[in-house]
């Protein structure tokens, strides 16, 4: 069996118009076609261990493969060959081609798709997950600073009512609901917060047991 590659890319230089071979249409097809078709990364087949940019094909294979006959593909593999362009080693049954570096090509991107996509993904990954962090951090800027505005209100009354009694409310009230960011009273439907306060004042909340967090400190 023949191994044959279909994914990962190769990308050929300009250079290429001014090849040597490249006025020879049967030896640069062929040529393309063992770079298109050599191995991107190591493997085995048969007890014989492939590198990257070797192949194991046969003159009737690639006869098949490029329309052309057997002499042309001899005849074309033995220029490439002549010149340095490419090494092979023939069995009883196949040849193996190993593509030589080159000018004309790239050997770096003789490259599979799939790693490509991970360094892509690897590269991406650190910016989604800035940018998850960044909102992480925005929100709970915005937190601090509607907890501070609503200090501020609370403490407009500070001559009204209590210091325990006001810290205590601030402390049940400006809560953070982890499923929506919102504080505890800002999912109340009706609102009126010197009246809440009042109440506050004489019934008091369960909430009021809560260790202090300096509510007093930088106003």
């Known amino acids: 069996m023949e191994n044959t590659i279909d994914k990962g890319f190769i990308k050929l230089k300009r250079n290429m118009l ?3 071979w490249y006025q020879d249409s049967n ?11 050599s191995n991107f990364k190591t493997k085995n087949w048969q007890g014989h261990t492939i590198n990257p940019g070797e192949l194991i094909t ?4 690639l006869s098949k493969e ?12 033995k220029k490439l060959k002549a010149t340095g362009y490419i090494n092979t080693q023939s069995t009883n049954k196949n040849t193996m081609v190993k593509v030589l570096k080159s000018d004309i090509y790239d050997e770096l ?3 599979d ?14 910016n989604q997950n ?10 709970e800027i915005e937190t601090i600073e509607r907890k501070e505005v609503f200090k501020k209100q609370i403490l407009q009354f500070q001559n009204q009512f209590p210091k325990e009694k006001l810290e205590s409310f601030f402390n049940y009230w400006s809560e953070e609901c982890k499923q929506t960011g919102r504080l505890k009273f800002e ?15 004489v019934f008091g909340s369960e909430s009021n047991k809560k260790e202090p967090n300096n509510f007093y400190l930088n106003r």
């Open 18 to 20: 001014e090849w040597e």
């Open 27 to 37: 030896t640069t097809r062929l040529m393309i076609h063992l770079l298109l078709k």
């Open 130 to 139: 800035q940018i998850t962090t960044t909102n992480k951090v925005k929100n």
């Open 58 to 61: 046969s003159i009737k294979n």
């Open 113 to 126: 798709n799939t790693q490509s996509h991970k360094q892509k993904t690897n590269h991406s990954q650190p």
């Open 187 to 201: 999912d109340e439907k009706f609102w009126n917060l010197e009246s809440r306060i009042s109440i506050w004042k």
């Open 66 to 77: 490029l329309s052309l006959s057997e002499n042309i593909i001899r005849t074309a593999l």
């Open 109 to 111: 991107n003789i490259s």
